[in-house]
Nanobody, 126 residues
Framework: QVLLVESGGGLVQAGGSLRLSCAAS????????MGWFRQTPGKEREFVAA????????YYADSVKGRFTISRDNAKNTVYLRMNSLKPEDTAVYYC???????????????????WGQGTQVTVSS
C-alpha cells in the first residue's frame, strides 16, 4: 500500500478553478496507477479521473471531460487534478486513490483501488 494525502480543496465560485494535489509516500509511486473520486453525503463514491503509472492511459468521467485534467509528476510522488469551469454540482469531498493495476473497465470502480487518501473538500458556490 501507499499513503496518500490530498490538498488544495476549498471554496470557489462557479466558473472558477482549483488544483488538487495528492502526495504519496514511498519510493514506488511511479509503479502505481492513480485516480480521483468524489463523494457527496448519501451518495456513492463517484469516479472522476484516472491515470496510468506512466501517464499513457488517462480516463475521465463524462461529467468532467473537457473541464478537468489529471496529471502526475513521478519525481515529486504527486498526482494533480486541475479543475476548471467549476459548477455547483462539482461540490464534494475529493479522494485520491492508488493501485498497481488499472484498465478502462476497473478505473471507475472504487473497490478496485487499494489505497485511499483522507479526502479534501471542494465547495463551488453559485
Amino acid at each position: 500500500q501507499v499513503l496518500l494525502v490530498e490538498s488544495g480543496g476549498g471554496l470557489v465560485q462557479a466558473g472558477g478553478s482549483l488544483r488538487l494535489s495528492c502526495a504519496a509516500s514511498g519510493r514506488t509511486f511511479s509503479r502505481y496507477a492513480m485516480g480521483w473520486f468524489r463523494q457527496t453525503p448519501g451518495k456513492e463514491r463517484e469516479f472522476v479521473a484516472a491515470i496510468s503509472w506512466n501517464g499513457d492511459n488517462i480516463y475521465y468521467a463524462d461529467s468532467v471531460k473537457g473541464r478537468f485534467t489529471i496529471s502526475r509528476d513521478n519525481a515529486k510522488n504527486t498526482v494533480y487534478l486541475r479543475m476548471n469551469s467549476l459548477k455547483p454540482e462539482d461540490t464534494a469531498v475529493y479522494y485520491c486513490a492508488a493501485d498497481l493495476t488499472m484498465d478502462y473497465y476497473s478505473a471507475a470502480v472504487p473497490s478496485q483501488w487499494g489505497s485511499w487518501g483522507q479526502g479534501t473538500q471542494v465547495t463551488v458556490s453559485s
